[in-house]
């Protein structure tokens, strides 16, 4: 393990992070300035949108710095935990942004795309970053072939769940206010929402990171063996967080004081038996109540909807277009994420537990993904599902996606539950 490789990698992973926050400023005074600007709009944005993606481009340069650094330091891919698999999918993400970009060459898409790389890239930063052994089930070749084809297809969805919402931020009219405009508009409102909700979750950690919170307790397990014996196992849960949910049978070792709170609110079910169960579920309140804070302080601050806000800008659009490359940025990642997610997944499967299926909550899932995006494209190309009821496909299924990524390994239980530690 070489530590200054390690260091140098950490470093520029950091930098790949600063350069997206700025392509992603630049993207936007990019179409804002095209919007406002009293010279020619196109040229405008021709400047602008070269600048942008050339800032945008070397934060992915610094990106793939820091995946080969890592690889060569750490003696191992850098896939095999959350913080590398998570940093390994953003840049996937980039790399097909690149790629839709080539073809297309529309500034628009690189301020959703960004944004979500962004949040991506923070997000990665909540694990531990250190350089872990690998378990005896990820030393394979097919690790590598699996892992990367199966985020390169997921990143392609990315792409197109950006576009897609780009897309229903075009056609869906906030000034209308028929019955199925404002249900438009509240659907749409939702997908923002969740969106600051995870902007909130990165607040929330972030904040109570730097500002050193911790609290501990200790957690005693009961188990019944088959001849009848108890065995209790005293384990310590550290959390980050204030204890909404503590742990199931737990007391209290060390707690910082927040609000006055010197105990958990509430005690977490004694059903949740999920690795690190009460602390997950006390996260995603925390991720909740921190993004709704979020959500209404910018309306507080706007005065009206997200949506409504961002709805002028894409005026000038064609969304047309836009349909056209949301499906074709999917209809690329299908193959992709086919080979990946299931035929290689199972070849891997089979030579580390020895069959090729077994029901893992992480495959099942993989095999909803794959049916959903079955099922998109069998209802655009045979059903003529196009613009609004497409587009709307498209953000489910990264929802989908996203839930499939993170909720299998930090909620559920399964073989891939190595990934989340």
């Given at each position: ?89 953003a ?23 960004l ?47 950006a ?16 019955p ?16 600051v ?87 995603i ?65 089979y ?28 209802l ?7 613009g ?34």
């Open positions: 393990m070489n530590s200054s490789l390690l260091t140098f990698s950490s470093d520029a992973y950091l930098v790949a992070f600063f350069l997206y926050c700025l392509g992603f400023i630049s993207y936007g005074i990019t179409i804002a300035g095209a919007r406002y600007t009293k010279r020619d709009p196109k040229a405008y944005m021709k400047r602008w949108g070269r600048i942008s993606y050339v800032i945008s481009l070397l934060g992915f340069v610094s990106h793939v710095a820091f995946f080969f650094t890592r690889w060569i330091g750490g003696g191992h891919i850098p896939t095999s935990n959350m913080y590398e698999f998570i940093s390994f999918l840049m996937m993400i980039m790399l097909a942004f690149v790629v839709v970009h080539a073809i297309y060459r529309k500034a628009v898409i690189g301020l959703f795309t944004p979500l790389i962004v949040i991506i890239v923070a997000y990665s930063m909540v694990f531990p970053q250190e350089v872990q052994p690998l378990i005896p089930a990820l030393q394979s070749y097919w690790l590598k072939i699996h892992v990367t084809t199966a985020a390169l297809g997921e990143a392609f969805f990315a792409v197109g769940f576009t897609a919402l780009l897309q229903l931020l075009r056609v869906v009219d906030f000034r209308e206010k028929s199925r405009a404002r249900r438009s508009q509240r659907w749409v409102e939702i997908v923002m929402i969740v969106g909700i995870m902007i909130g979750y990165l607040v929330s950690v972030f904040g109570f990171r730097a500002a050193g919170y911790e609290a501990v307790f200790v957690q005693e397990n009961v188990t019944i063996t088959d001849a009848g014996v108890d065995n209790t196992e005293t384990d310590e849960v550290v959390y980050s967080l204030p204890p909404i949910f503590k742990p199931f049978n737990s007391q209290v070792q060390e707690i910082d004081s927040f609000i006055g709170l010197k105990d958990g609110v509430f005690e977490t079910p004694h059903w949740m038996k999920g690795v690190d169960a009460a602390r997950k579920l006390n996260t309140i925390w991720s909740i109540i921190a993004g709704l804070v979020v959500y209404a302080i910018i309306r507080l601050i706007l005065r009206k909807p997200i949506g409504a806000v961002l709805h002028p800008f894409t005026r000038g659009i064609d969304p047309d277009d836009l349909d056209e490359i949301s499906y074709r940025t999917i209809a690329i990642g299908y193959p992709l994420f086919t080979l990946g997610a299931l035929v290689f997944a199972m070849i891997w499967a030579e580390a537990w020895s069959r090729f299926w077994g029901w893992d909550p992480k495959e099942v899932w993989a095999l909803i993904t794959w049916l959903y995006y079955t099922a998109y494209l069998h655009r190309l045979s059903r003529g599902w196009h609004e009821k497409s587009a709307w496909l498209a953000v489910i299924g990264f929802i989908v996606v996203m839930f499939t990524l993170v909720g299998v390994n930090l909620v559920l239980v399964g073989l891939h539950s190595y990934a989340g530690v």
